[in-house]
C-alpha cells in the first residue's frame, strides 16, 4: 500500500501475513491481525500506537513520528523504529536479536534484551548508558553524546562509536575484532583487545597512545594530534597514520 492519502485505516484480514505501508500519511489505525509475521510501515506520520501482534517476528516503523509506544510482541525477532522521535521506552522483547533505534531521541535508556546480537543505536542523544548485553556481537552507539562508558560485552565482534563526545574509556572487549572510533576527543588511551584485527582511530583529538594489539592486522589513525606512541607491530600489520604530528 503506496502513496494513498485519505487512508485512515486497513481491514483486519484474518490470513495476512505481510503487510507494507509507505506514505500514508492519514493512516491512524492498524487492526490486530492474527497471523502476521511481517509488519513494514514508512513515513505513516499519523500512528500513534501499534496492536499487540501474536505472530509478528519483523517490525519495521520508520520516520513514523507520532509513535509513542511499541507492544510487547512476544516472538518478535527484528525491530527497527528508526525516527521515531517520540518513543521514550523500548519493550523488554524476550526473542528479539536485532534492534535499530537511530535518531530515535526520546529515548533515555534501553532494555537488556536477553538474545540481541545486533543493535544500532546511532543518533539516540538521550541515551546516557547502555545495557550489558550477554549476547550481542555488533553495537554502532554513534552520535551519543552523553554516554561516558560502554560495558564490558563479552562476545561483542564490532562495535562503531563516531561522535561520542563523552567518552572517556573504553572497555577491554575480549573478543572484539574492529573497533572504528570517530570525534571522541575524551578518549586518551586504548585497551590492550587482545583479539582486535582492525583499528579504526579519527579525529580522537585527546588520544596520547596506541596499545599493543597482537593480533592487529590493520591500524589507521587520522587526525590525532597528541598522539606520541605506536607499538612496534610485525611487517605484516598495515598502517596508515595521517596528521598525526608527533
Known sequence: IINCPG???????PNVVDVFCDDCPDLVRLPCWPNVTIVDCRE??????LPNWPSVKHVIFFNCPSLVELQNWPNVEEVDCTGCTRLTLLPNWQNVTSVNCQSCTGLVELPNWPCIEIITCQGCTGLVLLP???????????????????????NIKQVWCENCSGLVTLPCWPNVIEVNCWKCPGLVSLPCWPNVTKVVICNCRGLLSLS???NVKEAYCKDCPRLLFIPNWSQHVKIECKNCPN
Open 212 to 214: 599493543n594489539w597482537q
Open 7 to 13: 487512508l485512515v485505516e486497513l481491514p483486519c484480514w
Open 132 to 154: 550489558d548485553w550477554p549476547n550481542v556481537i555488533f553495537v554502532d552507539c554513534s552520535g551519543c553524546p552523553n554516554l561516558v562508558s560502554l560495558p564490558n560485552w563479552p
Open 44 to 49: 505513516c506520520p499519523g500512528l500513534t500506537t
